[in-house]
């Protein structure tokens, strides 16, 4: 574990910008799972909302690729990884063999760093199903190149999956096999999940979990420019090439202030020049090299330019000089403060409401159900980049104990499943399995005034709440499913940031009135079935 200051002014960090900021972004209902406050190698002060906790391993969506570059630099410090090795000559002769003309002339010219650069030209949708899309590699390789590599910039999360495909072929590794002796393990980072494709290759651009505590101490490591604990990671040239500025324009959805070097952003701000990693969702970390600090975010909201935007306000302008003591009963106050956040208005405790008749009419009965494919107790955008998809909810049953009911199902690549949800007001942690996945579930159930029985499922670390709402009519039922947040949040990140167009209140009423309909025809469809017995 990394050592904690006994207080936060004890290193330099001010408890009370560090309150007024947790404040301001839940003034604005921000929905943030964790934040870390290090200073000088310590952690200044944290705080965890309810049900996350310290060491709930976090889905990194896009912040993965600094990972994912991270392990690059390691191997080129290790004399595996050229920068200027031309990809198509070497890896995919045969994919430039069958090209033609401007296509042909610039993949020759495709080299490593324009690909860790986003500058390799390749475009292809934001979202495409990794599920049937069985060659992510060889999907990405075969669309149009829109511009000579090297001359312009482009976000393009598979650029990252190529790179974990390269460093697979060169070293006979995956990224986390490789990293594990040289990243994870000098750092003490328990060996984490990385989402794969279906050749085994971790999927680099996305799909990774780790804890809060996990990014603090690779800020620490960058801040120190490749060492940790006096233990050289990767050297203070790989540093320097990772964060150099090879792309002076960016997309103004973050800010507009921002520049990109190997898979990392830079910022400035303040006056400042800042290091940034950041995935979707709101996973940041802000590195303050002046500072010698760090901010490490996790969160569950698409409104990442307000995650950066409010960081920015708050630091570092909440780095102070060290005191040695600090007034007790402020201190006490403080934490107690950072001790009761609680995630909101999602995570909500349910009225502690139980239907006798009801529960003893279903209890044990098995419902068939008919339901689309996205139908699923996780939200769509959780697994929409999942290599074997789950959904196609059915064979519901009920069981009814005292305190909370055990909620059975069957899902695709899950085989039979059972969730207990607390039905006492409180909710219940579950450690389940869904498709290649381990998951951390908290789950509530409620009766509601018209007889109809809801679950509210929060899983830990995902960035997304499921709610059903089941509505029994004689042998029927009707299942009724909400997700938050959903694909119309996903959408207006998408204009923003790949189509980088800001969306005003004209964009915005296209999307408050299309997205609830397209919603409920693919993520949160509703579903029929009937009683088997």
């Known amino acids: 574990m990394l050592k904690r200051a006994d207080f936060p002014e004890q290193v330099g960090v001010s408890s009370d910008i560090v309150e007024k900021y947790i404040r301001y972004i839940e003034s604005i209902n921000l929905r943030t799972d964790s934040l870390m406050v290090i200073r000088n190698g310590k952690i200044a002060c944290e705080c965890h909302w309810t049900p996350i906790e310290s060491d709930t391993p976090h889905e990194m969506f896009s912040l993965?690729?600094?990972?994912?570059?991270?392990?690059?630099?390691?191997?080129?410090?290790?004399?595996?990884?050229?920068?200027?090795?031309?990809?198509?000559v070497k890896y995919f002769p045969h994919l430039l063999s069958e090209m033609k003309g401007k296509q042909k002339e610039w993949a020759e010219k495709m080299t490593i760093h324009d690909v860790?650069?986003?500058?390799?030209?390749?475009?292809?949708?934001?979202?495409?199903?990794?599920?049937?899309?069985?060659?992510?590699?060889?999907?990405?390789?075969?669309?149009p190149i829109k511009f000579e590599p090297g001359t312009d910039w482009k976000y393009i999360s598979e650029n990252?999956?190529?790179?974990?495909?390269?460093?697979?072929?060169?070293?006979?590794?995956?990224?986390?096999?490789?990293?594990?002796?040289?990243?994870?393990?000098?750092?003490?980072?328990?060996?984490?999940?990385?989402d794969k494709n279906q050749q085994d290759v971790d999927a680099g651009g996305w799909g990774l979990y780790l804890t809060a505590e996990d990014l603090a101490k690779i800020a620490i490591l960058y801040l120190n420019k490749g060492e940790y604990e006096?233990?050289?990671?990767?050297?203070?040239?790989?540093?320097?090439?990772?964060?150099?500025?090879?792309?002076?324009?960016?997309?103004?959805?973050?800010?507009?202030?921002?520049?990109?070097?190997?898979?990392?952003?830079?910022?400035?701000?303040?006056d400042d020049t800042t290091y940034r990693f950041t995935g979707l969702y709101g996973q940041h970390v802000f590195m303050f090299p002046d500072y010698d600090a760090a901010v490490v975010i996790t969160g569950s909201d698409n409104r990442d330019g307000d995650f950066i935007n409010s960081a920015y306000e708050?630091?570092?302008?909440?780095?102070?000089?060290?005191?040695?003591?600090?007034?007790?009963?402020?201190?006490?106050?403080?934490?107690?403060?950072l001790e009761t956040r609680c995630v909101s208005p999602f995570f909500r405790n349910a009225a502690e409401k139980r239907n006798i008749a009801m529960e003893k009419k279903i209890n044990r009965r098995k419902i068939k159900l008919v339901s689309g494919s996205t139908l699923s107790v996780l939200g769509g955008v959780n697994?929409?980049?999942?290599?074997?998809?789950?959904?196609?909810?059915?064979?519901?049953?009920?069981?009814?104990?005292?305190?909370?009911?055990?909620?059975?199902?069957?899902?695709?690549?899950c085989g039979r499943m059972m969730l207990r949800a607390g039905m006492n007001g409180e909710y219940i942690r579950n450690y389940v399995r869904f498709s290649e996945n381990d998951l951390i579930i908290e789950a509530q159930a409620t009766w509601n005034n018209d007889d109809s029985l809801e679950l509210f499922f929060f899983a830990s670390g995902i960035p997304q709440t499921r709610r059903f709402t089941f509505i029994f009519n004689g042998n029927f039922v009707k299942v009724i499913s909400n997700t938050d947040p959903g694909y119309g949040d996903l959408a207006k990140f998408n204009i923003e940031f790949n189509m980088a167009l800001p969306v005003g209140p004209k964009i915005q009423k296209v999307l408050d009135i299309g997205a609830p309909i397209f919603e409920k025809f693919y993520s949160d469809t509703d579903a029929i079935g009937w009683f088997m017995d």
Request: aromatic share 16%; net charge negative.
């Open 230 to 270: 006096g233990k050289r990671i990767f050297s203070e040239e790989w540093f320097n090439l990772a964060t150099t500025a090879y792309t002076p324009r960016t997309y103004p959805v973050f800010t507009d202030r921002s520049e990109y070097g190997y898979q990392i952003w830079i910022d400035h701000e303040n």
């Open 116 to 143: 860790i650069s986003m500058r390799a030209g390749i475009q292809t949708p934001i979202i495409n199903d990794k599920e049937k899309n069985t060659d992510w590699i060889k999907n990405f390789l075969t669309c």
């Open 64 to 88: 993965s690729k600094s990972i994912t570059s991270t392990a690059i630099g390691i191997a080129y410090d290790e004399g595996i990884i050229d920068l200027e090795t031309k990809v198509f």
């Open 160 to 194: 990252a999956v190529l790179l974990s495909w390269i460093l697979q072929k060169e070293t006979g590794r995956t990224l986390t096999e490789y990293l594990t002796p040289r990243l994870y393990e000098p750092l003490g980072i328990k060996i984490p999940h990385w």
């Open 314 to 337: 708050y630091f570092p302008e909440g780095f102070i000089e060290p005191k040695k003591e600090v007034n007790k009963e402020s201190l006490a106050a403080f934490n107690k403060y």
């Open 383 to 413: 697994y929409f980049m999942w290599r074997k998809k789950v959904g196609k909810l059915d064979q519901v049953e009920f069981s009814f104990k005292d305190d909370y009911v055990e909620f059975y199902f069957n899902e695709k690549n």
